[in-house]
């Protein structure tokens, strides 16, 4: 493909921008590895990081394995060569969903730690960079 030739959003890419923010596909893969690293460590550290957070290892397990959950959900629709709009309009709307409600829920039925009261506004403003980041990339690929 000569140098001047744009590529297609959805087509395969070069191996650099597989986690691409500017592709549907590479911006599902980030969001993949952040939400299930989240779920993850919820999971593996629910203690320790309960403690921490000021959460409590009940919740963190349950919420580990809900993230892991939904990440494998978006890694699913991440590996298709042309995820469905439909499906990612639905994975912006679960994400923006959790940036708004997290730190409504988090206030509400908990009382976190300092380093928990950081954490999840934190964590929600990364979530609601991916909705950011997946509506501008399917925007570039209707174009």
Same mark, same amino acid.
């Given at each position: 493909?000569?140098?001047? *030739?744009?590529?297609?959003?959805? *087509?395969? *890419? ?53 993230? *892991? ?75």
């Amino acid at each position: 493909m000569p140098a001047n *030739t744009a590529m297609p959003a959805n *087509t395969a *890419t070069p191996a650099g921008s597989v986690l691409s923010p500017w592709t549907v596909r590479g911006v599902l893969r980030l969001d993949v590895l952040a939400t299930g690293g989240n779920g993850l460590a919820y999971l593996a550290f629910a203690g320790p990081l309960g403690e921490v957070l000021g959460l409590g290892r009940t919740a963190l397990v349950g919420l580990g394995a809900v993230l *892991t959950g939904y990440a494998l959900a978006v890694a699913a629709l991440a590996a298709r060569r042309r995820p469905p709009r439909p499906a990612v309009l639905a994975v912006v709307g679960l994400n923006s969903a959790w940036a708004v409600l997290s730190p409504a829920v988090a206030a509400v039925r908990t009382v976190p730690t300092t380093a928990g009261a950081v954490w999840i506004p934190l964590q929600a403003a990364v979530v609601a960079l991916f909705v950011v980041l997946q509506l501008n990339a399917l925007r570039r690929s209707a174009r």
